[in-house]
């Protein structure tokens, strides 16, 4: 698993995720580890390498 720092899109604090690379395109819903806030993330690897990291607030 790879570790990787983003800015939360809610309360900007700066927030850990762990990701992982075998698993070439992930789009998933993860709650903010400081606000608690839903975050969708999409996250595209290749060849293990992270390509797209994208940390979207969810409308509610
Ligand atoms: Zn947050």
Same mark, same amino acid.
């Given at each position: 698993? +790879?570790?990787? $720092?983003? %800015?939360c899109?809610? #309360?900007? /604090?700066?927030?850990?995720?762990?990701?992982?690379?075998?698993?070439?395109?992930?789009?998933?819903?993860e709650? #903010?580890?400081?606000?608690? +806030?839903?975050?969708? $993330?999409?996250?595209? $690897? /290749?060849? +293990?390498?992270?390509?797209?990291?994208?940390?979207?607030?969810? /409308? %509610?």
């Open positions: 698993m +790879n570790e990787h $720092f983003f %800015q899109p809610y #309360c900007w /604090e700066e927030v850990s995720v762990l990701l992982d690379p075998s698993v070439q395109q992930q789009t998933y819903i709650d #903010c580890e400081t606000c608690c +806030n839903p975050i969708e $993330f999409h996250i595209e $690897f /290749e060849s +293990n390498e992270l390509q797209v990291f994208e940390a979207r607030p969810i /409308e %509610q």
